[in-house]
């Protein structure tokens, strides 16, 4: 086809449309009466009926001009164009009143027509009011969220509490609340859903006014509205903070006109006339073809017409398009007039045919209309496309929406009018990722749900892992038959929707064209500019807020364009053998540092960018070859010292992106080798750029050794693929969680149903009263659970389908491979995003918790392989120094802590290397202090849950014991305790004589710290309700007093453990640490026991008053952790061990031993010899949970109580009164033993082997201790004589 730089130029430039004698035999090239034919074809007018060929007027291109006026004239276009209409007052163009029309802070689109709320509750009119008439407007509704649409006069007087319908004489719908607003408010029409168009109409003739939604009306929702003199109403909304919509006064055609009423903005009448029939020109070329040989015209379908060179079809198009060209430069027309056939187009033909008629159409706007009038017309034709796209009702087949999406696809497959819309209008003027999005229908009846899914059924629980789920072989024959039905219709349901799914995989895939590059750049380097700039905004949230992506929005995206990307990537592998497949894929790790690729201000690993290459230059050098620009590091040194300072020179700055200097060879080299590469920002890049070329690896720039030399797959596709990642992390996974609430929904609503149903089975027959209202209750739980079922089916088929769970699976693995190829690169490892291990992370969680119960994560293929993958980047990387972020160093931490909660997962750990479980354990014993040693020991606990004393419970026991009705409510994952982890725990905690006892310090000091909180809080809780006045106690101290105690729990039981798994370091006094140890253990132990057993004390006050969140704190769950701690000293082991133990127990002041009788319901010890009295049922009693404590535990407590006894009675019978001079002077409860040197001081040892544990001065002179050394008074005594004789 010929284009406009060739020799025969068609442009309208180059046309003479204009008589001219000398090329008046241009028509010769078909003899006349064939031409006169041809033109009256052509130019018929549809107005009158054909006359015979000999009485009309012989046409030619000499009079064609004066032809096309006749046809083209329009009787009233005088008066349309003065637009003065009765009943309306203001500017023929209907626009937001932006200057002085408006309350609060508001954004107003460039068009005037759409707004965003910027503050509380902004309030914004029109320019244009009426006050006779019918009139209409129309309200495209982007955000479902509070908005007051409807009219107001010019004396109203809003603010950010009163908008529209606040106050007299303005009036408003609600959908948001479904309310209607005029002062007062009622209930009225419908709810609206994103998507909705309202219609709001006002009869000033009979002084009505009424709103319409989709199209269906509403009802009448004011009457007698004041008429009058001085009274005229604007269109007006009131919006709260980034809710928006879009105001339709009659610039376009309005979706849902009603008869009767106009819009607020008249139609152009002429030129839409003028357009209509110009229209029909042109379809009659399009039918028409020439046939010079034999004389006669041909009709032909338009779908096979071909533009081919003809003179006379030249001019003709030519005459067309010199009138209709400004025409379709208009906003109305495009959509009234050009939208209207390419959708007849499509509509009525097949896909082949429809993309040959509209190709055709494109190639003779670019020929016959200049640059700028095509570029404008398709601007339009695009937001009208996306508009109609965005806004079309949900019916059964998304016939509309496959309509929209298949025009689309025709437009886009025109390559020029690709490369343009992509450059210009896509991502800069359109929120193009609307094309990718399917919404959900808020009203599933309108959606034609009932339809697709007849039977409905919900799932008795939720299926997630951690929770109860039901069998399915334990429903029932009628469930079963429901069950399937329900399926079935979901199937229907999600083919429909692939329909619609791979529609939009095509257009990416036009997107991510890069074959096209034809006399300019492919489409595929254009969209990569646009895909960063779009993600950079998107992270930031800076930009243009109506174009920054919703979360539902990017879900979709993600998905369609994870499905072109590796479309093209598994492409790309078939014809290079040596590239990877797209299940191999990852991103190579010097990527992140060659600044290539721009990350915005996103955080590495290892810190900021700046601070990373300054020291980390070296490594750069020496692994990737990389030599960071001098100037660069001095204006980032700057920078650090003072960002105030003036900037520098335009000379010296230095731009964003790093310029780096490539060594080719991995050799020392000389200064002539070095070539020097500057990376260009997104927008300057080219093709070769990013692909490379034969010297110029392109983002692969500074490959390290570690990494092979062929590439993955080509450059650019790996740019789309880290990009996908962002996405991921930037909102897909929070959105991905929030869609879950339709299940919880489902969830809540069946159990109330079920419990609905019970009642009613229980309830006498004799109640009518009370069966009315169950049997009521149980129809509107079955309509909302009808409801409800339908909506996750869409959901399901939407969101977390089998195919985006493969997805979300897909990017899980290209995480773990990219985090492992970049760990082998050793320090360099700190150049990447953190977005990486979060990812990781999340899409994990996201597989494991929101994808079932339809689909398991246990089906997916590698599924164990993937689970160790990710196991050993959590156990290497928790405590990874390279790693410097609190926030993703607390992630890490917390997914560790999650994944040892699970069997499967659990499993996936000990499954790792050996080397790699030892420095994983090695870095939880390492001491608490200066980390997060709170999740470290929910980890080490998690590890313990199951083997402990009465620590299998999955349940709370004493929220089962107390209140049956809310077991569910702290939910707690079923043991799985890891002998292998326990196993190396041991080993390690025996290796070194440093290792247990500064682990054991650390776990002692935050067990003091945490359970003296603890009552601290207790304490202000009780005197607040015991205060006379009503007194409320903050939901955040209730929540941090009850993970205080939860923390001295978990460190109790992890000392539990530590116990039980290595009794020596505590027993074996051999060990310089272990009496020490033991004593601070007897003394904590003794505090705990003291405090919560006391009669009537303050524990007891506080569980008694059963505050919410504080259902944790009981006497069970640390009673038993305390138990379990006495049980492993005093009725286990060798007999010299117990003695131990025993004796410290006693031996420190603290020590009640009514405290121990508390645990088995006691007030008081029994006699020597008698057996224990049954316990009082009032009081606490471990024999009173024989579900949760065995017999031999419980007999282990009653062996430890005597042993106790026993031992106590002969310490008391033994003791000898001990002077007030010889206790030691810091805890007056042990004698002096310890003398320190060179000071002299003295104190017990137990107290002076604490303080050096932390501290090397004297507790009374701060001299620095160098050796403690034993002290006997009878000794010292002794040698003072001998001396003095």
Request: with cysteine; glycine share 4%.
């Amino acid at each position: 086809m010929a284009s406009k730089e060739s020799s025969m130029s068609f442009s309208r430039k180059s046309y003479r449309l204009t008589s001219d004698a000398e090329k008046s035999r241009v028509t010769g090239i078909v003899h006349e009466k064939l031409l006169n034919d041809y033109l009256h074809r052509i130019f018929s007018s549809p107005e009158h009926a054909p006359t015979a060929a000999t009485s009309r007027k012989p046409l030619n291109f000499q009079n064609l001009p004066e032809h096309l006026d006749q046809l083209l004239h329009v009787e009233d276009e005088d008066e349309e164009s003065q637009g003065q209409v009765e009943g309306r007052l203001g500017p023929s163009t209907v626009v937001l009143d932006h200057t002085g029309g408006f309350e609060g802070l508001l954004l107003v689109d460039d068009d005037l027509l759409g707004v965003i709320g910027h503050s509380n509750f902004g309030t914004i009119r029109s320019t244009t009011c009426v006050y006779k008439g019918k009139w209409v407007y129309e309200v495209l509704i982007s955000s479902q969220g509070l908005m007051q649409i409807g009219w107001c006069t010019i004396n109203c007087r809003f603010n950010q509490e009163e908008g529209v319908g606040d106050t007299h004489n303005s009036y408003a719908y609600d959908g948001n609340r479904v309310r209607k607003w005029n002062v007062t408010t009622t209930n009225y029409g419908k709810a609206w859903a994103a998507g909705d168009i309202v219609s709001c109409l006002i009869d000033l003739d009979d002084g009505t006014l009424s709103f319409c939604l989709n199209g269906v009306s509403l009802g009448t929702a004011f009457e007698n509205l004041s008429r009058g003199l001085g009274m005229a109403y604007f269109p007006a909304i009131s919006l709260s903070f980034k809710e928006s919509v879009a105001f339709n006064f009659g610039s376009r055609p309005l979706r849902y006109p009603v008869a009767g009423y106009r819009p607020l903005q008249d139609p152009p009448h002429a030129d839409l006339v003028r357009a209509q029939k110009l229209l029909g020109c042109f379809r009659a070329v399009l039918s028409v073809e020439l046939d010079p040989v034999e004389g006669r015209l041909v009709e032909k379908d338009s779908s096979e017409w071909q533009l081919q060179g003809q003179p006379t079809v030249l001019l003709t198009l030519a005459h067309i398009f010199h009138r209709f060209a400004p025409l379709l430069r208009k906003v109305y027309l495009v959509e009234a007039v050009l939208m209207s056939f390419l959708r007849g187009v499509v509509e009525a033909g097949s896909p082949a045919q429809a993309q040959s008629v509209v190709r055709q159409v494109l190639d003779l706007l670019w020929l016959f209309m200049e640059d700028y009038e095509v570029q404008d017309c398709l601007k339009q034709l695009m937001m009208s496309l996306l508009r109609l796209y965005r806004f079309s009702p949900i019916v059964p087949d998304l016939g509309l929406q496959i309509h929209y999406l298949r025009l689309t696809i025709a437009i886009l497959r025109h390559e020029k009018s690709r490369k343009f819309l992509l450059s210009n209008v896509l991502f800069d003027v359109l929120r193009s990722v609307v094309f990718f999005y399917i919404k959900s229908p808020l009203r599933v009846e309108e959606a034609g749900l009932q339809e697709l899914i007849p039977t409905t059924w919900w799932p008795h629980r939720s299926g997630r892992e951690g929770k109860d789920s039901k069998d399915v072989k334990d429903e029932t024959a009628e469930e079963r038959v429901r069950r399937r039905a329900y399926e079935r219709g979901c199937q229907r349901l999600k083919k429909r929707i692939e329909v619609v799914e791979e529609l939009q995989v095509q257009i990416l895939k036009l997107l991510l064209n890069n074959k096209d590059d034809n006399g300019g750049e492919a489409s595929r380097y254009i969209f990569l500019t646009k895909f960063r700039k779009f993600l950079q905004e998107n992270a930031s949230g800076r930009g243009n807020m109506s174009m920054l992506c919703p979360p539902e929005y990017m879900v979709c995206f993600l998905h369609r364009l994870i499905s072109a990307l590796r479309y093209y990537w598994d492409e790309y592998k078939a014809s290079n053998p040596r590239a990877a497949f797209s299940e191999e894929a990852y991103i190579p790790p010097q990527v992140f540092y060659n600044g290539k690729v721009d990350y915005f201000d996103l955080q590495r690993l290892g810190g900021l960018l700046s601070h990373l290459r300054k020291t980390l230059k070296d490594d750069l050098a020496s692994k990737a070859n990389i030599l960071i620009d001098p100037l660069e590091l001095q204006a980032a040194t700057m920078d650090d010292l003072d960002e105030d300072e003036e900037p520098a020179p335009a000379a010296a700055q230095v731009p964003r992106t790093a310029a780096v200097s490539l060594m080719t060879p991995r050799r020392p080299l000389s200064t002539s080798e070095k070539v020097k590469v500057r990376t260009l920002s997104a927008e300057q890049r080219t093709r070769e750029d990013i692909e490379g070329s034969h010297w110029n690896e392109g983002l692969l720039l500074g490959r390290p050794p570690e990494e092979p030399e062929q590439p993955l797959t080509e450059n650019s596709l790996l740019e789309v693929l880290d990009g996908a990642v962002m996405m991921y992390n930037l909102s897909v996974h929070q959105q991905l969680g929030k869609m879950v609430g339709v299940s919880d929904d489902v969830n809540e609503y069946a159990m109330a149903l079920r419990d609905t149903e019970d009642k009613l089975r229980r309830c006498p027959k004799r109640r009518n009263d009370i069966l009315a209202e169950l049997t009521k209750s149980q129809k509107v739980f079955s309509e909302k659970l009808d409801h409800l079922s339908r909506r996750l089916a869409w959901v399901h088929a939407t969101v977390y389908s089998q195919e985006k769970m493969l997805d979300i699976y897909w990017l899980l693995r290209v995480c773990l491979r990219t985090v492992e190829h970049s760990d082998r690169t050793g320090s360099l490892f700190a150049f990447m995003p953190e977005f990486y291990l979060s990812v990781a992370i999340n899409s994990y969680s996201a597989l494991k918790n929101y994808f079932g119960p339809v689909h398991s994560m246990e089906e997916l293929p590698g599924y164990e392989e993937t689970l160790t993958r990710l196991a050993a980047i959590l156990a290497k990387h928790f405590a990874d120094t390279r790693i410097v972020g609190t926030d993703i160093r607390d992630s890490l931490m917390q997914a560790l802590a999650s994944y040892v909660c699970y069997p499967h997962s659990l499993r996936a750990v000990e499954r790792i290397p050996e080397e790699q479980r030892v420095a994983m354990v090695r870095s939880l014993l390492a001491p608490y202090e200066q980390r997060p040693w709170a999740q470290t020991n929910w980890i080490l606990v998690r590890l313990w849950r199951g083997c402990g004393f009465g620590y299998r419970y999955t349940r709370l026991p004493h929220l089962l014991k107390t209140k049956p009705e809310d077991a569910n409510l702290p939910s707690l994952q079923k043991p799985c305790p890891s002998t292998l982890l326990q196993q190396h725990m041991a080993e390690l905690l025996r290796e070194g004589p440093d290792v247990a006892p500064s682990f054991l310090n650390s776990v002692l000091n935050q067990l003091n710290w945490a359970f003296s909180e603890f009552i601290g809080m207790i304490q202000e809780i009780q005197q607040a309700a015991e205060r006379l006045e009503r007194n409320f106690v903050d939901s955040r101290q209730l929540k941090v007093c009850a993970t205080c105690f939860d923390l001295s729990v978990s460190l109790l039981r992890v000392l539990e453990m530590t116990i039980t798994l290595v009794p020596d370091i505590f027993l074996d006094w051999a060990r310089p640490t272990s009496e020490m140890l033991l004593r601070r253990l007897a003394q904590l132990l003794n505090q705990v026991l003291n405090r919560v057993t006391a009669e009537r004390n303050l524990f007891d006050r506080v569980v008694t008053l059963r505050l919410p969140g504080l259902e944790s704190v009981d006497h069970y769950p640390i009673l038993v952790a305390v138990t379990g701690i006495l049980v492993r000293l005093l009725a286990h082991g060798p007999a010299s061990g117990r003695e131990r133990a025993t004796s410290v127990l006693l031996a420190d002041p603290c020590f009640q031993l009514s405290s121990i009788c508390y645990l088995l319901g006691q007030p008081e010890p029994p006699a020597p010899g008698t057996a224990l009295p049954a316990p009082d049922r009032k009081r606490f009693s471990l024999q009173s949970y024989t579900d949760y404590i065995s017999a031999e535990e419980l007999a282990q407590v009653e062996q430890m109580l005597a042993h106790l006894t026993a031992a106590s009675a002969q310490a008391a019978a033994a003791s000898l009164p001990t002077s007030e001079e010889d206790l030691c002077p810091i805890c007056y409860a042990h004698p002096i033993s310890a003398v320190f040197q060179p000071c002299g001081h003295k104190s017990c040892k137990a107290c002076i082997n604490q303080h050096l544990m932390n501290n090397k001065d004297c507790f009374f002179c701060k001299a620095t201790i160098v050796s403690v050394e034993d002290w006997d008074k009878a000794a010292s005594a002794s040698t003072t004589t001998s001396s003095a004789a």
